[in-house]
T-cell receptor, first 111, second 113 residues
C-alpha cells in the first residue's frame, strides 16, 4: 500500500532563505509526482508535475526533483518570500486514477 | 481557460440531515472528476472518481455517494450526515486519457453538529 510522508510538518524561515521540502513514498511504482500549494481555507494550486521518467522540473524560483528508486522528492524554493507562506503538499499517482497525498508541510516565511 | 466551481463554500448541517455538494467544470469536455475530503491534520483522501457520465467509482466505504448527471457536473450526497462527515471537501479534475495534472476547486467547508 502506497504511503506518502512529508517532513517536517511545519517550518519557519526568515525571508530570503533557500529551503527544501521533503516528500517520501513507499512504493516506487508511480506514474508521476505532483507538488501543490494550499493557502488556508482554499483549494490546491498545482506547482510542478514530474513524470516518473523525469528527474526534475523547474518553474521560476521552484525546483522539484524526483528519485524514484529511493522513493524521494524534494521541492526547492529559492529566495523565499512572505508570499510563499502556505502548506505544501505532494501527491503521487500510483494508479490510473489513484492519487495519494502527503499531509503537507506548513511553511511560514518571516519578513 | 478551464474553471472549476464548488458550492456552497461553507455549510453547517445537523447530524442526520441530507447533503448535496455540487462541482462544475467549465472550458473542457469529458474530464475525469474527483471528490476528496481533507480532515483536520490529515492528508487528502480520495472518495470518488468518475471517468464519464453515470460512471462512479468509490475508493472507500462511507456514508456518502456521488453522481455525475452531466459531463461537467459532479455531485456529492448523503442521506443522513454523521459527525465524522465534517471536513473540507475538494473537487478536482484532469484531462481524460493522459493529462496528469489535477486541478482543484475552492472547496466546501462542511461542519456537522
Amino acid at each position: 500500500k502506497q504511503e506518502v510522508t512529508q517532513i517536517p510538518a511545519a517550518l519557519s524561515v526568515p525571508e530570503g532563505e533557500n529551503l527544501v521540502l521533503n516528500c517520501s513514498f513507499t512504493d516506487s511504482a508511480i506514474y508521476n509526482l505532483q507538488w501543490f500549494r494550499q493557502d488556508p481555507g482554499k483549494g490546491l494550486t498545482s506547482l510542478l508535475l514530474i513524470q516518473s521518467s523525469q528527474r526534475e522540473q523547474t518553474s521560476g524560483r521552484l525546483n522539484a526533483s524526483l528519485d524514484k528508486s529511493s522513493g524521494r522528492s524534494t521541492l526547492y524554493i529559492a529566495a523565499s518570500q512572505p508570499g510563499d507562506s502556505a502548506t505544501y503538499l505532494c501527491a503521487v499517482r500510483s494508479g490510473t486514477y489513484k492519487y495519494i497525498f502527503g499531509t503537507g508541510t506548513r511553511l511560514k516565511v518571516l519578513a | 481557460s478551464q474553471t472549476i466551481h464548488q458550492w456552497p463554500a461553507t455549510l453547517v448541517q445537523p447530524v442526520g440531515s441530507p447533503l448535496s455538494l455540487e462541482c462544475t467544470v467549465e472550458g473542457t469536455s469529458n474530464p475525469n472528476l474527483y471528490w476528496y475530503r481533507q480532515a483536520a491534520g490529515r492528508g487528502l483522501q480520495l472518495l470518488f472518481y468518475s471517468v464519464g457520465i453515470g460512471q462512479i467509482s468509490s475508493e472507500v466505504p462511507q456514508n456518502l455517494s456521488a453522481s455525475r448527471p452531466q459531463d461537467r457536473q459532479f455531485i456529492l450526497s448523503s442521506k443522513k450526515l454523521l459527525l465524522s462527515d465534517s471536513g473540507f471537501y475538494l473537487c478536482a479534475w484532469n484531462i481524460a486519457g493522459g493529462g496528469d495534472t489535477q486541478y482543484f476547486g475552492p472547496g466546501t467547508r462542511l461542519t456537522v453538529l
